[in-house]
């Protein structure tokens, strides 16, 4: 059985950095793709930053240059560091895997199994 789990949300001033973890299981994780999304309330699930198993990183405009995704194989632990934290970066965060896989997608269609998210709230 696959699993994905998130860690690491909360409260944290503008500014601010903050790191997310994602603990798996169930398929060989340094053959996956992964990703990371995120839902603020009332918008859409926006895809912000992506690694393939050869560790090619892609992210979105609104995370560039402030995000840093990153695989532990041996630990099967995904990451994703996020600095300078804007009020709109409050959301839920979800990582997402797809099992022997060399994409590098922050589409959600392109993934298969999903975490049940963390909450990252950013407060002035």
């Known amino acids: 059985e696959v699993q994905l789990a998130e860690s690491g949300g909360g409260s944290v001033q503008t500014g601010g950095s903050v790191t997310l973890s994602c603990a798996t299981s169930?398929?060989?994780?340094?053959?996956?793709?992964m990703g990371w999304f995120r839902q603020a309330e009332g918008k859409e699930r926006e895809g912000i930053a992506a690694?393939?198993?050869?560790?090619?990183?892609k992210y979105a405009d609104s995370v560039k240059d402030r995000a840093a995704i990153y695989k532990d194989n041996a630990k099967n632990v995904l990451y994703l560091q996020m600095h300078s934290l804007k009020l709109e970066d409050s959301a839920f965060y979800y990582c997402?895997?797809?099992?022997?896989?060399?994409?590098?997608?922050?589409?959600?269609?392109?993934?298969?199994?999903w975490g049940q998210g963390t909450q990252v709230t950013v407060s002035s």
């Open positions: 169930g398929y060989t994780f340094d053959r996956a793709s």
């Open positions: 997402a895997a797809k099992p022997e896989s060399f994409l590098t997608s922050l589409r959600e269609s392109t993934y298969t199994y």
């Open positions: 690694v393939d198993r050869a560790g090619h990183t």
